[in-house]
């Protein structure tokens, strides 16, 4: 099995910044893609950024060019840097990992953590 555990999320002005984090931890020998996903109170989860093992990133072009994903594979770690934040990005966060290699050789898919608040006020 695979935990996730976000942190950093909370509270801050539009035009301000905030940092997420989010550990994995189990039976993990390599995760093939990490991910942020945020949902706001009656709306869909959406995805927000993802990074692959290797390092390649993809974002929607509603955070493009605000938010910065990146992953520290030896310690099974996702960041997200969020700048220029916007009311409109207030939501829970959650990370997600994705074809996950445990030590029996076998993958498994779609983990995710708790969720950690953001609220961007104006």
């Known amino acids: 099995q695979v935990q996730l555990v976000e942190s950093g999320g909370g509270s801050v002005q539009a035009g301000g910044s905030l940092s997420l984090s989010c550990v994995a931890s189990g039976n993990i020998v390599s995760i093939r893609t990490m991910a942020w996903f945020r949902q706001a109170p009656g709306k869909k989860r959406e995805w927000v950024a993802s990074?692959?093992?290797?390092?390649?990133?993809n974002y929607p072009n509603s955070v493009k060019g605000r938010f910065t994903i990146s992953r520290d594979n030896a310690k099974n770690t996702v960041y997200l840097q969020m700048n220029s934040l916007k009311p409109e990005d207030t939501a829970v966060y959650y990370c997600?990992?994705?074809?996950?290699?445990?030590?029996?050789?076998?993958?498994?898919?779609?983990?995710w953590g708790q969720g950690t608040q953001v609220t961007v006020s104006s």
């Open positions: 990074v692959t093992a290797r390092g390649d990133t």
């Open positions: 997600n990992a994705d074809e996950v290699l445990n030590s029996d050789d076998v993958y498994e898919y779609d983990f």
